[in-house]
């Protein structure tokens, strides 16, 4: 087991409340470290799962306060570098792909354009090598035919494929880690299995660190080597995603518990009964 | 207690822009019962939803209430107020359903005044009780509501006319995992109390097929395979894509990590 | 107590309409008054209304018989604050008066504006098709209209006089706000609270009434709010024009004009009602951006 990519300690993510005297913190307290493995981090909406995520960039919301005893990538202390080095990180070593790429493309830049701005960024080159590095990008998330999807809009294609041009930019720089939030969310079915088994194949081949967040506990499961399990801006449990079956809290078990199964009808369904302790 | 409706939708077609959102759809949903409808996106389902409560403009096709057959010729038409009393719908966005300017006594107070009945206040605070929300939620904003406080508000505006055939469009998509099983959980008591007829929506088979006894499955506008939920559950299935939808459904399987 | 009645309306239960009616309108003065620029312009607002209420009795002289022989374009003193003007009048009784003019008109404005641009823009977002091109290219006509073209229309048809003025100023208002209206209605009539409504029964009529104007409104009335100073200074323009206020009516566009011959030795006749159009148009201008800040629905939720 190498040494962690990334030390997370007590991390703290709190936004002003509305007396504006008073902070509400979203993340309270989270803690893990990953090396070249996959994590999972599952949570429902407000459980702080997609700030935990966002501080790790340094894309926190403005107004919002970020406080660690810890947050090391790869020895550098991500809370004291300067933004200008933060900034060197983003993208080049650290990546994340977000939802909906409807969003998170840029609507007016023709794919395979921003793919090569951001190329660009971080690994200045040649026009023509940037060009061939893109398509090359493109064709490795599975687009059949990059020279065409290159020149098309976000709005001009699927989710899924939007979706695979967000992995292709996010990874052509090639980064060690890779933080996912809510990846296929916004994905059809069928499409969600495409997308995972592109981003299986990646993260295997270059051995990457990934965080994989999501509100599907069965899914992080299956894809990752480990989960955490975010409630109410806490961590409640970490296991190995072999073991889930094994899970000691109550939130754990009530999440497993209350998904309709198509081979085991329960009516009605076992309710979440949400114990105040746990918001402790 | 009125006796249970059923909804029929004949050869449907829908048209938007010259694209066919929808050809020739023909369902049957008898009184009481529950009808899934499942698919991707494109492949209808909603369109299907809005044609038969009169959201979406039928280029072909008609839309009949069923009742015990004897009186049929007297339910009342598609488009007519009798009908929109019979036939309500619950929306899949809860954040979109609501108005953000009005409390939900309001909200709920608009169906009774539209249609002039009286007694609101008693009506809006049963209907409240009814999807098990408290009278401490009534004169609140829709910002100031939780996802599942939201869609069992639109729930409750469905359900305030007293209709006989509610249809759902996803309508917990967009919640959390454990607040889907209490509306679920929710809409089966209410459906069992008030034997309503459901025709719901979704994308997820194990949600429609947790609340439906018969299910349609949908791709690019057109019917694949009408089927019972046991059959589903139990891999009983003739159309291919049916098979490509389980199977996609069962989640993610990954290759051996080798380490 | 204030506490207490702070917790009231700032509750997120509330227990009634009232309540939670006064409560949404709380949270948005307590938004609005977080920038002090915009209070800034409430203040000045306020004050001319108090000022133009009460010029009967706080203006010093008369402000429409000057003493010709002795008072001619005395300078500012302890007399006569801003000093007076080529007819000897007190220009500060003259502004005092003037500013109730001022308030007229552009209250008139509003009032006759701001609905009819309303109702058109929402029933044409609404109704779409035909209907929608047809209000749209009236709309168009009217803002094709230049204002004082009009108003010199008005004036040849009917006679000058301030409320001609008004009217023509009103009919070439509109159009922005039909515009603004219709933008908004697009959007809302897609979503699915509208449709919701829809299917409950309700007929078009309702629900642009009852549903969709009041979610237009702010927009609208923060567009009123900075058109404001336009309509002033297009009053006063009419004024200097001589096609709106008559004298010996103290109108501040009018005044200035009458003070044009004496700009460069008697620079007060002219400045001391520009500066009272420059105050009162920045204190619009300030209160409609507070207002547009306050009124914003994704900043009012929060």
Redesign the interface.
Known sequence: MSAPLLTVQDLRVAYPSREATAWTEVVRGVSFSLGRERLGIVGESGSGKSQTGRAILGLTAPGGRVTAQALNFDGIDLLRCPPAERRRLRGRRIAMVLQDPKYSLDPVMAIGAQIVETLQAHQPQPRAQAQARMLDALAQVGIDNPARVARLYPHEVSGGMGQRAMIAMMLIAGPQLLIADEPTSALDVTVQLQVLRILDQLVSQRGMGLVFISHDLRLVASFCDRVLVMYAGKVVEQLDSGRLHEAQHPYTRGLLNCLPRLDAPRHPLPTLDRRPEWLA | MTPALGIAGLGLRVVYNGFTALHDTTLHVAPGESFGIVG??GSGKSTVLRAL???APLAAGAVRLLGDGAADAGLPAPGS?GF??RV??V???PY??????Q?V??ILA??LA??RIGDADARIAQALADVGLGH??R???A??LS?GQRQRV?IA?ALI?EPQVLLLDEPTSAL???????V??LL??LRARRQLSFVMVS?????V??LCERLMVMHQGRTVELLASAD??AHRVQADYTR???A??A?????D?TE | MSGTLHAWLSTDTPASRRQAALGRAYAGWRSFARNRLALLGLGLVAALVVLAMLAGVLAPYDPTVGDLATERLLAPSAAHWFGTDDQGRDILSRLLHGSRITLYVVTLVAVLAAPVGLLVGTAAGYAGGWVDAVLMRITDIFLAFPKLILALAFVAALGPGIENAVLAIAITSWPPYARIARAETLTIARADYIAAVRLIGASPARIVLRHIVPLCLPSVIVRVTLDMAGIILTAAGLGFLGLGAQPPMPEWGAMIAAGRQYVLDQWWVAAAPGAAIFTVSLAFNLLGDGLRDALDPKAAER
Request: glycine share 6%.
């Open positions: 991707e996106s409560c009169g959201l107020k929109r009393r309500q719908m929306f899949q966005d979109g359903s609501l108005h953000p300017r409390t006594d309001r608009e169906p539209i249609h401490t939620f004169y609140r904003f910002h100031q996802g639109a505006r006319l959390d995992a454990s607040v889907q099983a209490e679920l959980n089966e008591a994308h997820d088979l194990a949600v097929t947790h589903l559950a490509t939808l389980m996609a459904s989640g993610f399987q990954r290759e990590p």
